[in-house]
């Protein structure tokens, strides 16, 4: 089957995995816009907030990280290490540099300033590291991205980035790990991914140990002198995996508490999402298929298109427009964060795509 045939349903789920997080954060934003927005109906706000729509695109979001990465990096150590880099840098960054000037230019426009220290900060994708606020609140996720690109790295270097059992130990050991920082309720007050990292990277890695078995359902791995079967080890995994959201939503139950119920609803239904559209329904929709295509530049972009239409709806345009039904919104939203993110991947992340496998090509 051809590659890129092949995979188009991954784009799919991308492009799904974006829409979900546009439609919350629209949603939660443009809900306050004017009192006749609520009037006119906040169903689909209600909807997006009880089902935290964007955690399940993110958990989407770092599923497929873990099913793409490990895959992408290959070859001899030197000149793939060297090869991954390149293109991971020009991958990511182009795109994000362009993120930051207009979030600057944003935040510049609501009456707010940003000192150099933190755009500096910005510029590195890693801003906490150096207690610096996000330019834009959706960089956090990247942090995630770039720590397990790190993982994955090492892994390939210790020549076990392919080896199943590896990926499992280490997506349990995540697991372990995360219960005790959760529960020390860890709170850095610019860093909301902190207490569920090791989580997130958790299901990164088992996203990879799907990948292997996607590849190859039949293989057999060998644990203390006994042959099991990668599907038996996948199950496990996922198990392991669903117990931290499945525990979180009984304790909501119990407790009343909403933000548990909401915690464990919303990562079920992320990986539920991901198996179902990876295995069973395999989307391959032009359309679906561009804006996975462009995900990652919709992702950056979307905050900054709506705060635009934001600032003008509030400020110059006329006040009908600011009463409008929320599905209106949410609709123009989109629409205009396509067509933005369509023209940064054409003039910016394909070229710079492009520039990194020319670099590369002489690797192969």
Not at 27 to 45: D, N, P, R, T
Not at 70 to 92: A, D, P, Q, V
Request: hydrophobic share 55%; net charge positive.
């Amino acid at each position: 089957m051809n590659q890129i045939s092949r995979y188009k349903h991954i784009d799919s789920l991308r492009g799904i995995a974006v829409l979900l997080v546009i439609w919350l954060h629209v949603s939660e934003v443009y809900i306050h816009l004017s009192s006749s927005v609520k009037e006119k109906g906040i169903f689909l706000y209600d909807l997006a907030w009880y089902i935290n729509s964007g955690r399940i695109g993110v958990i989407i979001f770092f599923s497929i990280s873990g099913f793409v990465l490990l895959k992408s990096i290959k070859g001899e150590k030197i000149n793939g290490t060297k090869t991954f880099l390149i293109r991971r840098f020009f991958r990511l960054y182009p795109a994000f540099w362009l993120s930051i000037i207009l979030g600057v230019f944003v935040i510049h426009l609501k009456g707010e300033s940003m000192d150099i220290n933190g755009i500096i900060a910005n510029i590195t994708m890693l801003p906490l590291i150096f207690n610096q606020e996000m330019i834009i609140g959706v960089y956090w996720t990247l942090e995630a991205e770039i720590l397990f690109y790190l993982m994955g790295l090492c892994l390939f270097l210790l020549g076990k980035s392919d080896k199943p059992i590896k990926l499992f130990i280490i997506s349990m050991l995540l697991l372990i790990i995360f219960i005790p920082i959760r529960k020390l309720a860890l709170n850095y007050p610019q860093h909301i991914g902190v207490a569920l990292l090791p989580f997130h990277l958790s299901i990164m890695f088992w996203g990879a140990l799907f990948r292997q078995y996607y590849d190859n359902p039949n293989l057999r791995v060998i644990i203390l002198n006994k042959e099991v079967a990668i599907k038996s080890l996948f199950q496990v995994l996922t198990l392991a995996i669903l117990i931290i959201p499945f525990a979180s939503f009984i304790k909501g139950l119990v407790a009343y508490e909403f933000k548990f119920i909401q915690f464990g609803l919303s990562n079920i239904i992320g990986i539920f999402i991901f198996l179902l559209l990876t295995s069973y329904v395999r989307i391959k929709n032009k359309y679906i298929v561009w804006v996975g295509t462009i995900s990652y530049s919709l992702y950056l972009f979307h905050p900054i298109i709506f705060m635009l239409l934001l600032y003008w709806l509030q400020n110059d345009a006329p006040a009908i427009l600011s009463e409008l039904h929320l599905s209106v919104y949410i609709i123009v939203n989109i629409i205009f964060s396509i067509i933005f993110s369509s023209i940064v991947y054409c003039f910016i992340e394909k070229p710079s795509i492009n520039l990194a496998h020319h670099l590369t090509s002489y690797e192969k």
